[in-house]
């Protein structure tokens, strides 16, 4: 009977409890989105500074910059990002794709390069219907030619095709934990090369790349997870871009410009403009009641003066008198005989008389000494004359 009445109490007791903690776990912001951990301007920042494809994928995978935050098999590590091309007279496709498990990948962009009759070459960094929605597409504006360039249309060209796959990776490649969203936005921008220009479009210059690329694509998260496209997340959006543009300014911007605006902007500045205007008033009246503060030690002053005064009046008595004729060195030792009594001469002159009295008494006893000598001498010799 005991026992039941405890367990009705703990019951009763642990009802607001689950309460609480149920209130406290739903609360939840839901501003990031799965297209937030891969920039794509980054993406095509490297493009532009990779000297082929290789180091493409060697910058992409880089633990040291860290440029992707995908985390598409929730393993709570970074996926492994490979690249593969698929060639196509002078239009290049060149395809990124997320290492989920073994042979099982997910498309995440794309970059599709052509070049004209004219030897121009257009790039567009097209990311992944499912992942970023339709027609996200960015052209980059480089400063100067890629290298890459160089490479791609020359005579027996290779398409590339990456050699690593699950669980075998380059040596260079280790395992990093992704960054919540906000820290990964402040995070990227160091690695976007601003210094090019990143255009966003919503159409694809490439014609040849649609049906390049249906050949070669790959979509297992798309399959595992069909509700979790991007118009599924972002009903009434069609793609990233214009997420971005209706997003809420508190969920899309980081955390240290929020700060760094909204205080510096509204109240900080009105309300220190007034205590400025008003504290040189304020510090006036201080300033005045602080005269008699300051006089105060100068009339206790005098009193370290006084003895100064003293000091020269007698000094100056002689001084005086020095004018008199060539009785100053008697008036200079008059005060010296007065101030006698400060000095402490008499100690000193007892002093070398004490030692007189020892070198005396020193004398004497030597001489006593010699002449007890002498005599001890004299009578030596007496006894030996007698002898």
């Known amino acids: 009977m005991k026992t039941k009445i405890l ?8 009802l607001p409890m689950g309460n609480y903690a149920q209130d406290k776990t739903t609360v939840r912001a839901n501003s990031s989105d799965i297209s ?58 060149i395809i990124i794709q997320s290492v989920l498990e073994k042979d099982t990948y997910q498309d995440v962009a794309t970059i599709e390069v052509e070049r004209d009759n004219k030897n121009n070459v257009q790039v567009q960094v097209v990311g992944n219907v499912y992942m970023y929605g339709e ?11 890629p290298i890459i360039y160089n490479v791609f249309w020359v005579n027996n060209y290779r398409p590339y095709c990456s050699t690593w ?17 906000f820290r990964y936005r402040n995070h990227i921008g160091l690695h976007i090369n601003f210094g090019h220009t990143y255009h966003y479009v919503n159409n694809r210059r490439c014609h040849r790349a649609y049906g390049m690329y249906y050949g070669r694509r790959s979509y297992a998260y798309e399959t595992r997870y069909p509700n979790r496209s991007f118009s ?20 899309v911007r980081p955390r240290n410009e929020i700060a760094s605006n909204n205080p510096r902007n509204s109240t900080p500045r009105t309300s ?16 005045n009641n602080s005269e008699p503060r300051t006089s105060s030690p100068r009339s206790v002053s005098p009193r ?3 003895p100064r005064s003293t000091a020269p009046r007698a000094t100056s008595s002689p001084r005086t008198y020095n004018s008199t004729g060539y009785n100053t060195p008697r008036n200079s030792s008059q005060p010296k005989s007065v101030n006698s009594p400060r000095s402490t001469s008499q100690p000193r002159t007892s002093a070398p008389r004490s030692s007189n009295t020892r070198n005396s008494t ?16 004299s009578s030596s010799r007496g006894n030996a004359r007698n002898n």
């Open 304 to 306: 370290n003066i006084e």
């Open 362 to 377: 020193r004398s004497s006893s030597s001489s006593n000494n010699r002449n007890s000598n002498g005599s001890r001498g």
């Open 165 to 181: 796959y699950w669980n075998y990776y380059p040596s260079y490649y280790y395992y990093w934990n992704p960054f919540p969203v």
């Open 232 to 251: 599924h997340r972002n009903r009434g959006y069609s793609n990233r871009h214009e997420l971005d543009n209706n997003r809420p300014t508190r969920n």
């Open 36 to 93: 937030d951990n891969l920039d794509l301007r980054a993406i095509a920042s490297v493009f532009g500074e990779a000297k082929d494809l290789e180091d493409f994928e060697n910058r992409i995978n880089d633990p040291k910059a860290q440029l992707s935050n995908l985390d598409l098999n929730n393993d709570n590590y970074v996926d492994y990002l490979r690249v593969i091309e698929s060639v196509e007279g002078d239009a290049h496709l």
């Open 272 to 287: 220190t403009s007034t205590p400025r205007g008003n504290s040189p008033r304020e510090a006036i009246s201080p300033r």
């Open 7 to 14: 367990l009705s109490f703990l019951f009763v007791f642990m």
């Open 135 to 145: 027609n996200y597409i960015y052209e980059p504006v480089y400063v100067n030619r």
